[in-house]
């Protein structure tokens, strides 16, 4: 396959006065050039006799990827700042190309008139370049963040192929083989993923992640933890990964759910939270947990009516501002109540293609929760299994991987599985099905990779 037609171009957009500094970043990316991935150019590769102005113009227009090195004298650049930020800015908010800010010296930067102030910046906390101690360390922060974005945008350039044309497999298997090395370079004992990881180990040993385009069910009967399960996902993504997550509560409301992220974050009991009866040892994990939490690209939604153009609208302005890498929708049923009053845009197709089709759309995993059928309590083993979602619609089949959660404790207080959880992978579309237990601290709304024998009197 044609490296070029993948390539990613780079677009710098810096002030004259920090050339120096901008040398140093195509330093660090030149990996990344020297391999074809990327392609870079800034006004200073103008040819003799061109007219500057047009040129500049048209490499904007024609950019993947827009750096904006910040600094004082980039805010103060009239050019910079009201052409080609302008710009820039424009092609982001319609998804043409991708904004990324470089803070690279101080600068008040973060009030809300400036255009890129929403925008996740470069190195990590935005740290200006020129504050760090060691100065490569902020530049390895931007070149891993720069590859990442690169990364994002050669997948989708590949997925987009097919409006070229009908790809042929022979194109197909060197993409696929290619992802397949990748994967064995990057860690030979299976401990990385292809997929988004869920923050818990196991689980994704079995899926291999939250892939794009994916849509996920995770089910259970009522009091098993399913909210603190895509809870944990949830903040998980937002903060170790620092991807951008969609949080829908059409249960719960918004001030309940940041309380659960508080404790599960900063190991505190809701209940003390809810009191507020709190030893000091509480007060400094919840300074911490809030600190943590502050800076986290996560977005809740608690609206009561959400249909499935509501969502997507939501969606369009969430990856518009700040990207979207995880959709999570907690109580899927309330959005069947509301969908149905509604006339969908294809009223044809089911809430849960709707969905589906979402996924795709975006090419990012959507996770909904779901409760299943008051008949299991019936029956003597009381585990989910596929046939339960049968009163939800068409779940099993829309489905790319459908999860269970149990907790025996819920019907046995004196079970000898207090305090441990199975998380049951039914359907799973990229490996195995199975059971994998997990430990469930149900004082911080938290599940955790099982640890044997934490609940056993000593």
């Given at each position: 396959m044609d490296n070029k037609l993948n390539q990613v171009s780079l677009f710098y957009s810096y002030s004259h006065k920090d050339e120096a500094l901008r040398d140093t970043l195509e330093t660090h990316l030149s990996i990344l050039a020297r391999k074809g991935v990327i392609s870079q150019w800034h006004d200073r590769r103008i040819l003799a006799g061109s007219e500057w102005e047009s040129e500049i113009s048209n490499q904007i227009e024609a950019a993947d990827i827009i750096l904006l090195l910040v600094s004082p004298d980039f805010i103060a650049s009239d050019y910079c700042y009201s052409k080609e930020l302008k710009k820039?800015?424009?092609?982001?908010?319609?998804?043409?190309?991708?904004?990324?800010?470089?803070?690279?010296?101080?600068?008040?930067?973060?009030?809300?008139?400036?255009?890129?102030?929403?925008?996740?910046?470069?190195?990590?906390?935005?740290?200006?370049?020129?504050?760090?101690?060691?100065?490569?360390?902020?530049?390895?922060?931007?070149?891993?963040?720069?590859r990442k974005a690169v990364e994002d945008i050669v997948d989708l350039k590949t997925r987009r192929g097919a409006a070229f044309g009908l790809l042929s497999i022979r194109e197909l298997l060197a993409v696929e083989v290619d992802q397949i090395d990748q994967a064995y370079q990057k860690d030979e004992e299976m401990t990385t993923f292809?997929?988004?990881?869920?923050?818990?180990?196991?689980?994704?040993?079995?899926?291999?992640?939250?892939?794009n385009s994916e849509f996920v069910v995770i089910a259970s009967r009522p009091g098993m933890g399913k909210t603190d399960l895509v809870l944990g996902i949830a903040a998980h993504t937002a903060i170790v990964e620092t991807k951008p997550v969609a949080y829908f509560s059409l249960n719960l409301p918004a001030d309940r759910i940041t309380r659960r992220l508080i404790a599960s974050v900063g190991h505190i009991s809701p209940y003390k939270l809810l009191r507020g009866a709190m030893d000091d040892q509480d007060w400094q994990r919840l300074t911490s947990a809030v600190s943590i939490l502050t800076n986290a690209p996560l977005f809740i939604d608690d609206s009561l009516s959400l249909t499935i153009p509501l969502l997507k609208e939501k969606l369009e302005t969430i990856r518009k501002e700040h990207g979207l890498a995880l959709?999570?929708?907690?109580?899927?049923?309330?959005?069947?109540?509301?969908?149905?009053?509604?006339?969908?845009?294809?009223?044809?197709?089911?809430?849960?293609?709707?969905?589906?089709?979402?996924?795709?759309?975006?090419?990012?995993?959507?996770?909904?929760?779901?409760?299943?059928?008051?008949?299991?309590?019936?029956?003597?083993?009381?585990?989910?299994?596929?046939?339960?979602?049968?009163?939800?619609?068409?779940?099993?089949?829309?489905?790319?991987?459908?999860?269970?959660?149990?907790?025996?404790?819920?019907?046995?207080?004196?079970?000898?599985?207090?305090?441990?959880?199975?998380?049951?992978?039914?359907?799973?579309s990229e490996g195995p099905v199975g059971t994998v237990r997990f430990t469930y601290l149900k004082e911080y709304a938290r599940f955790v990779n099982f640890v044997p024998d934490l609940y056993e009197e000593k």
């Amino acid at each position: 396959m044609d490296n070029k037609l993948n390539q990613v171009s780079l677009f710098y957009s810096y002030s004259h006065k920090d050339e120096a500094l901008r040398d140093t970043l195509e330093t660090h990316l030149s990996i990344l050039a020297r391999k074809g991935v990327i392609s870079q150019w800034h006004d200073r590769r103008i040819l003799a006799g061109s007219e500057w102005e047009s040129e500049i113009s048209n490499q904007i227009e024609a950019a993947d990827i827009i750096l904006l090195l910040v600094s004082p004298d980039f805010i103060a650049s009239d050019y910079c700042y009201s052409k080609e930020l302008k710009k820039a800015i424009e092609r982001h908010e319609s998804n043409q190309s991708k904004v990324i800010p470089i803070v690279i010296r101080p600068v008040d930067w973060l009030d809300t008139d400036v255009p890129f102030a929403k925008l996740q910046a470069l190195p990590k906390d935005a740290q200006p370049v020129t504050s760090w101690d060691n100065q490569d360390e902020a530049w390895l922060s931007i070149a891993k963040g720069v590859r990442k974005a690169v990364e994002d945008i050669v997948d989708l350039k590949t997925r987009r192929g097919a409006a070229f044309g009908l790809l042929s497999i022979r194109e197909l298997l060197a993409v696929e083989v290619d992802q397949i090395d990748q994967a064995y370079q990057k860690d030979e004992e299976m401990t990385t993923f292809r997929g988004l990881s869920t923050g818990l180990s196991d689980l994704d040993k079995i899926t291999d992640g939250l892939h794009n385009s994916e849509f996920v069910v995770i089910a259970s009967r009522p009091g098993m933890g399913k909210t603190d399960l895509v809870l944990g996902i949830a903040a998980h993504t937002a903060i170790v990964e620092t991807k951008p997550v969609a949080y829908f509560s059409l249960n719960l409301p918004a001030d309940r759910i940041t309380r659960r992220l508080i404790a599960s974050v900063g190991h505190i009991s809701p209940y003390k939270l809810l009191r507020g009866a709190m030893d000091d040892q509480d007060w400094q994990r919840l300074t911490s947990a809030v600190s943590i939490l502050t800076n986290a690209p996560l977005f809740i939604d608690d609206s009561l009516s959400l249909t499935i153009p509501l969502l997507k609208e939501k969606l369009e302005t969430i990856r518009k501002e700040h990207g979207l890498a995880l959709v999570i929708i907690d109580s899927f049923q309330h959005l069947v109540i509301e969908a149905q009053s509604e006339n969908t845009q294809n009223p044809n197709v089911s809430l849960e293609k709707n969905i589906k089709n979402l996924a795709k759309e975006f090419q990012i995993p959507i996770l909904i929760t779901s409760s299943i059928s008051h008949e299991i309590e019936a029956r003597p083993n009381k585990r989910p299994v596929v046939r339960d979602l049968d009163e939800v619609r068409g779940l099993e089949d829309d489905a790319d991987t459908i999860i269970f959660v149990y907790r025996d404790e819920v019907y046995d207080e004196n079970s000898m599985d207090k305090g441990k959880a199975e998380l049951i992978v039914a359907k799973n579309s990229e490996g195995p099905v199975g059971t994998v237990r997990f430990t469930y601290l149900k004082e911080y709304a938290r599940f955790v990779n099982f640890v044997p024998d934490l609940y056993e009197e000593k």
